[in-house]
């Protein structure tokens, strides 16, 4: 069993950076592909990024390519986003994910276990 708790949120200028942080109490937290989601009032939840146990096959949303970068430190048990060039449009609850796959994917019904989110507002 996993347990994730995400932090890192807060209100920031368009143009701005923001690293979220994601913590996972499972010992066998390596093991897992970890994914970044967000959702935002009015809008439909969509993916942001992934990654696998290893650390070394990522894989992002076009809206964020180039932009956002996903890590973790398995060592630390964290998975981690940095966000750079934020927009309005990025404002979302933002949640980290985690399944038992081996291959990263974009499909939010496949990851098993989810945090409780953390609120990223960008102003104008």
């Known amino acids: 069993q996993v347990q994730l708790v995400e932090s890192g949120g807060g209100l920031v200028q368009t143009g701005d950076s923001l690293r979220l942080s994601c913590a996972a109490s499972?010992?066998?937290?390596?093991?897992?592909?970890m994914g970044w989601f967000r959702h935002d009032p009015g809008q439909e939840r969509e993916f942001v990024a992934a990654i696998n146990w290893r650390g070394d096959n990522t894989v992002y949303a076009d809206s964020v390519k180039g932009r956002f970068t996903i890590s973790r430190d398995n060592a630390k048990n964290t998975v981690y986003l940095l966000m750079n060039s934020l927009k309005p449009e990025d404002t979302a609850v933002y949640y980290c994910?985690?399944?038992?796959?081996?291959?990263?994917?974009?499909?939010?019904?496949?990851?098993?276990?989810w945090g409780q989110g953390t609120q990223v507002t960008v102003s104008s």
């Open positions: 499972g010992r066998t937290f390596s093991t897992y592909v």
């Open positions: 994910a985690s399944d038992r796959s081996s291959v990263v994917h974009r499909t939010a019904a496949n990851y098993d276990y």
